[in-house]
């Protein structure tokens, strides 16, 4: 890589903090009541660049455990393509009802929901959880991200992001894996990758779960509410090298390659969205760079950015909107 490039990417970055408050004094206003604790947060922007499996670029402190948001939706995607690679989930297309007992599916409505529509946020599933309804209506559950009421579609007939869906699909895999996912998470995917043992992935303060006679909290697919995973910059990058190299680390196969594959291909409804994965299929999400690029996004913002054909992982906290003017800087310094 060209030295002096990459060093002015970089120098471009730390210029691009976010301007997200350190004492999170926005969350109640933007996301609404909360329903888990928030971690300290460090004020700083901070990111990671790996090349050729190398850290090329380091900035800030990359050791600081951190909020996500949204970046958690990816991981549990993870632990979706595991029940599925453990045939706890015999296919990604069945009806989540017909595994999971618990009255989240007994509707006629969301008795037809799949595990891929969940997955791909095309699920329209209806109800309340934890707290929350699927419909988003109220600033005092939903702050400034509150919506007007809508008509329903049947499910897999339209895409919505909705983190009381996403939590749903959390839930019915605590159904399916019948221990905490946090233990999921750790065993199956991050010690594996040698992550360390600083993360945390934390759940719900008003709920808890029976799992085989006890009590498990039940964990979200982001911090909209709070919680959520709660991760290093460094930790982060290992997971994005993992699925820069299909599943695989070192001798292991630690996802199977076709879920990768399968997570990171576009679906019908939205072409630059997989499963609970960004992609790039359009050049919407990451303008000027590969099409084949994918990642993982949060608010504040923070993302991990993975391309397979510059062999790049890029991780980046707390930057200041989008973030393609870095990546694009970076992948110019790359020599040809």
Do not use: C
């Amino acid at each position: 890589m060209e030295d002096a490039a990459l060093q002015s990417a970089v120098e471009y970055a730390m210029s691009h903090a976010s301007t997200w408050p350190v004492d999170f004094s926005n969350q109640l206003r933007v996301f609404g009541r909360q329903l888990a604790p928030m971690p300290e947060r460090h004020g700083d922007t901070n990111g990671i660049v790996i090349h050729n499996g190398y850290i090329v670029a380091e900035f800030g402190d990359t050791s600081h455990v951190d909020v996500t948001y949204s970046v958690a939706k990816s991981y549990v995607a993870s632990l979706l393509g595991l029940a599925l690679d453990r045939s706890l989930i015999p296919n990604i297309g069945d009806p989540v009802g017909k595994l999971v007992k618990d009255g989240g599916y007994d509707s006629p409505h969301n008795a037809k929901i799949t595990w891929e529509q969940h997955a791909r946020q095309t699920s329209e599933w209806e109800g309340m959880l934890f707290g929350k309804s699927d419909t988003f209506i109220g600033a005092e559950e939903f702050g400034t991200q509150a919506r007007p009421a809508r008509q329903r579609f049947d499910p897999g007939m339209y895409f919505d992001y909705n983190d009381v869906r996403i939590n749903r699909l959390a839930l019915s895999l605590l159904r399916m894996w019948k221990k905490p996912l946090p233990e999921v998470l750790k065993s199956e995917i991050m010690d594996p990758i040698g992550a360390s043992t600083t993360w945390r992935y934390v759940g719900y303060d008003n709920v808890d779960v029976d799992i085989g006679g006890k009590k498990v909290k039940p964990v979200s697919g982001g911090s909209r509410w709070g919680g959520g995973i709660w991760m290093s910059t460094r930790d982060h990058a290992r997971y994005g090298y993992l699925m820069l190299r299909r599943g695989r680390w070192n001798d292991r196969q630690v996802l199977s390659e076709s879920w990768v594959k399968q997570a990171t291909t576009r679906g019908p409804l939205f072409a630059d969205y997989g499963y609970l994965w960004w992609l790039n299929t359009d050049g919407m999400t990451w303008p000027g760079l590969p099409s084949t690029s994918f990642g993982a996004q949060g608010a504040g913002n923070n993302t991990i950015w993975i391309d397979p054909e510059h062999d790049l992982v890029i991780v980046w906290r707390w930057h200041d909107g989008n973030p393609s003017e870095f990546f694009k800087r970076v992948v110019a310094s790359i020599h040809r």
